[in-house]
Every structure is written in structure tokens, then in C-alpha cells.
């Protein structure tokens, strides 16, 4: 079992910055991916970042440019820079981490304003 814990979501106005970080415990050895999805109200949960071990990234197009994600894997961490928000960022983000399985956090909030 892996257990994720996000945090840094907050509420910002347009054109400015988020972190979010993500910390893994638990069975994370077999970690092979951790991601970022969100969802925002009356959407359907979409992709919105990816990190894959050996390093490849991957982004959804209506983020690249402007997030980055990275890990940290001393810490067991893996983070979200978000840059140039707009309000159509708005939604709740979660974590997720991948082996055989698939797990997910608990999500957070952010909100961005015009």
C-alpha cells in the first residue's frame, strides 16, 4: 500500500504561481510512475502531469509551457509547479502513484481568480 499526502493548494489570481507537493509513504520500492490529475466541477478528471521512472515527463497540452513536474525521490516527494494560472486551472488536484496498483491523495484545492 502507498499512502499520498498533498498539500499547497490555495487560491491565487490569474497570471500567478502554485507549488504542490506530494509525499509518498508506505510501499513505495515499486513505484514506476506519480502523476497529477484534477477535476474541476462538472468535468470529467483529466491528466494533467506525469512522471515516469527513468525520467520521461509527459504534460497535457492545455498545461505545457506553464507546469513542471518533478520528484524528489530522497524525500519521496513529487511537486507541481504551476506558473501563469488562469482560471481555467481551477479545480481540485490529485496525486497519484503507480506499481501494479494505482493509488490516489486525498486532493486539494486550487482556485484561481480573474
Known amino acids: 500500500q502507498v499512502q499520498l499526502v498533498e498539500s499547497g493548494g490555495g487560491l491565487v489570481q490569474a497570471g500567478g504561481s502554485l507549488r504542490l507537493s506530494c509525499v509518498a509513504s508506505?510501499?513505495?520500492?515499486?513505484?514506476?510512475?506519480m502523476g497529477w490529475y484534477r477535476q474541476a466541477p462538472g468535468k470529467q478528471r483529466e491528466l494533467v502531469a506525469a512522471?515516469?521512472?527513468?525520467?520521461?515527463?509527459h504534460y497535457a497540452d492545455s498545461v505545457k509551457g506553464r507546469f513542471t513536474i518533478s520528484r524528489d525521490d530522497a524525500k519521496n516527494t513529487v511537486y507541481l509547479q504551476m506558473n501563469s494560472l488562469k482560471p481555467e486551472d481551477t479545480a481540485v488536484y490529485y496525486c497519484?502513484?503507480?506499481?501494479?496498483?494505482?493509488?490516489w491523495g486525498q486532493g486539494t484545492q486550487v482556485t484561481v481568480s480573474s
Open positions: 508506505g510501499s513505495i520500492f515499486s513505484i514506476n510512475a
Open positions: 512522471s515516469i521512472s527513468g525520467g520521461s515527463t
Open positions: 497519484t502513484a503507480t506499481d501494479e496498483n494505482e493509488y
